[in-house]
């Protein structure tokens, strides 16, 4: 699976859009692109996942550059629940078996939403 | 609602002695995972079972084992030979096939006493 580079802190005001960046310059054709977050003490929580498209959901919106190098995580309106350390994730799916079994989660960024 | 339930929260173990973390969902998932935590690192992965009486070791399986009876449950043994146990546990299920995420449960902290 190709690695994935992110900051390792960031804030953002409480209401204010959060944007989180993620690099991920060696990313294959067939790998998507996930974002979990992880409150302390608490098991990662899925949040969006995408190939090429952008997507959004009723959490946040995922921006993917035309090139795949590089996306774009936009919590649109952050609350002081949303600090937490944010995943960036690619992998492989290629259906059963395969090498899609796992999850490889590196640092991530820890996002901090001020009042 | 449906979830990934894991039991207990909180665990204590003495040296030498097996215990059982318990993984449980009801999102009628084929695929089961279990991950190990360590403070300020990412997960690791023990062992994942993507259907039921078949399970494979991943990149951590040693002084762990783990059953698949049934589709909505997968224990994980920490046995006497794991010789640093003291860790976050995350079991976590998904869908096969495709692009499908992998859901969580809320974890089980183990500790030696």
């Known amino acids: 699976d190709a690695k994935t580079t992110q900051p390792p802190s960031m804030d953002c005001a409480e209401g204010r859009a959060a944007n989180l960046p993620c690099n991920h310059s060696?990313?294959?054709?067939?790998?998507?692109v996930y974002w979990y977050r992880q409150i302390h003490s608490q098991g990662p929580q899925y949040i969006i996942h995408?190939?090429?498209n952008n997507e959004t959901n009723e959490m946040a919106s995922l921006i993917i550059t035309e090139d795949r190098k590089s996306s774009t995580l936009i919590l649109p309106h952050a609350t002081l629940r949303d600090t937490a350390v944010y995943y960036c994730?690619?992998?492989?799916?290629?259906?059963?078996?395969?090498?899609?079994?796992?999850?490889?989660f590196g640092k991530g960024t820890l996002l901090t939403v001020n009042p | 609602d449906g979830g990934i339930t894991q039991s207990p929260k909180y665990l204590f173990r003495k040296e030498g002695q097996n215990v059982t973390l318990s993984c449980e969902q009801n999102?009628?998932?084929?695929?089961m995972y279990w991950y190990r935590q360590d403070p300020g690192q990412g997960l690791r992965l023990i062992y994942y079972?993507?259907?039921?009486?078949?399970?494979q070791k991943g990149d951590i399986a040693e002084g762990y084992s783990v059953s698949r009876e049934k589709k909505e449950s997968f224990p994980l043994t920490v046995t006497s030979a794991q010789k640093n146990p003291t860790a976050f546990y995350l079991c976590?299920?998904?869908?096969?096939?495709?692009?499908?995420?992998?859901?969580f449960g809320d974890g089980t902290r183990l500790s030696i006493l």
């Open positions: 976590a299920s998904s869908r096969r096939r495709g692009s499908q995420p992998q859901h």
């Open positions: 060696t990313i294959s054709g067939n790998e998507y």
């Open positions: 995408g190939l090429k």
């Open positions: 994730i690619v992998r492989v799916s290629e259906g059963d078996g395969g090498s899609n079994y796992k999850l490889t």
């Open positions: 999102l009628n998932h084929d695929a």
């Open positions: 079972s993507q259907i039921v009486n078949d399970f």
